[in-house]
């Protein structure tokens, strides 16, 4: 039987906040495994692969203090006589598959933030990005649809209390008028990213038939999909 994502798609649902009780001296923060089962990230890689093979399950932290900017946390797992850091991008997003060892050792995350400082931690229901600027449409958008059958299957009876994703949301570095370009047997759709550096483009069922091609003019940085 087939371990159910249940928890971690509730979790996902809503911010979790956690109470660093360190000081700017590394101190130890919290177990590995218990970051990764607070999050169901074991769960999560459980899954049949085929059934996620466009899919990304990332985690965000957004320091409360403004003055601790996300990509200047510094998490470190002491494992075994080892250390190893992980990483933690300017943006806070961490893309952390469970290590088994680690949590198996008992492993135990230490971290430089200030004793007191509160951390919001995000699940981000994420998308693989792509490799290439030109593709079909229908890879570019098949990560809504799997999410939606992986939860709907993971679900069970309170699938009810999930989001039905519909769209993508495509995030770029930095704002520049990045284009998206839809070339179907109408013609030309582009969409433009808005001053946040975002472009959001809706699943549209017919053009996942037909299948058109697109262009975009830079691959964004990371891409989550959506309910709007």
Same mark, same amino acid.
């Given at each position: 039987?087939?371990?159910?994502?249940?928890?971690?798609?509730? !979790?996902?649902?809503?911010?979790?906040?956690?109470?660093?009780?360190? *000081?700017?001296? @590394?101190? @130890? /923060?919290?177990?590995?495994?218990?970051?990764?089962? *607070?999050?169901? &990230?074991?769960?999560?890689?459980?899954?049949?692969? #085929?059934?996620?093979? #466009? !899919?990304?399950?990332?985690?965000? &932290?957004?320091?409360?203090?403004?003055?601790?900017?996300?990509?200047? +946390?510094?998490?470190?797992?002491? #494992?075994?006589? *080892?250390?190893?850091?992980?990483?933690?991008?300017?943006?806070?997003?961490?893309?952390?598959?469970?290590?088994?060892? /680690?949590?198996?050792? @008992?492993?135990?995350?230490?971290?430089?933030?200030?004793?007191?400082?509160?951390?919001?931690?995000?699940?981000?229901?994420?998308?693989?990005?792509?490799?290439?600027?030109?593709?079909?449409?229908?890879?570019?958008? $098949?990560?809504?649809?799997? /999410?939606?059958? &992986?939860?709907?299957?993971?679900?069970?009876?309170?699938?009810?209390? &999930?989001? $039905?994703?519909?769209? +993508?949301?495509?995030?770029?570095?930095?704002?520049?008028?990045?284009?998206?370009?839809?070339? %179907?047997?109408?013609? $030309?759709?582009?969409?433009?990213? %808005?001053?946040?550096?975002? +472009?959001?483009?809706?699943?549209?069922?017919?053009?996942?038939?037909?299948?058109?091609?697109? +262009? !975009?003019?830079?691959?964004?940085?990371?891409?989550?999909? %959506?309910?709007?």
């Amino acid at each position: 039987m087939k371990k159910s994502l249940l928890p971690f798609v509730l !979790l996902a649902c809503v911010n979790a906040m956690v109470v660093a009780t360190v *000081s700017a001296e @590394e101190r @130890e /923060w919290i177990p590995y495994k218990k970051f990764v089962e *607070s999050f169901y &990230l074991d769960k999560f890689y459980a899954a049949d692969p #085929h059934l996620r093979d #466009h !899919l990304r399950l990332l985690v965000k &932290l957004e320091p409360q203090d403004k003055t601790i900017k996300p990509g200047d +946390i510094v998490l470190t797992v002491v #494992h075994a006589g *080892s250390r190893d850091r992980m990483p933690i991008d300017a943006e806070g997003v961490m893309d952390v598959e469970p290590n088994g060892a /680690w949590l198996k050792d @008992e492993a135990m995350i230490y971290t430089n933030l200030p004793k007191g400082s509160k951390v919001h931690i995000d699940a981000l229901f994420a998308s693989r990005t792509p490799d290439t600027l030109e593709l079909p449409y229908a890879e570019l958008m $098949t990560s809504v649809p799997q /999410w939606n059958a &992986l939860l709907k299957e993971k679900a069970g009876m309170l699938r009810f209390m &999930l989001p $039905t994703f519909n769209a +993508i949301d495509l995030h770029f570095a930095k704002p520049a008028g990045q284009t998206l370009r839809v070339m %179907d047997r109408n013609g $030309t759709k582009i969409y433009t990213a %808005d001053a946040k550096g975002e +472009i959001k483009l809706k699943l549209d069922n017919a053009l996942m038939q037909v299948n058109p091609h697109v +262009i !975009l003019s830079e691959r964004p940085g990371m891409m989550e999909v %959506d309910e709007i």
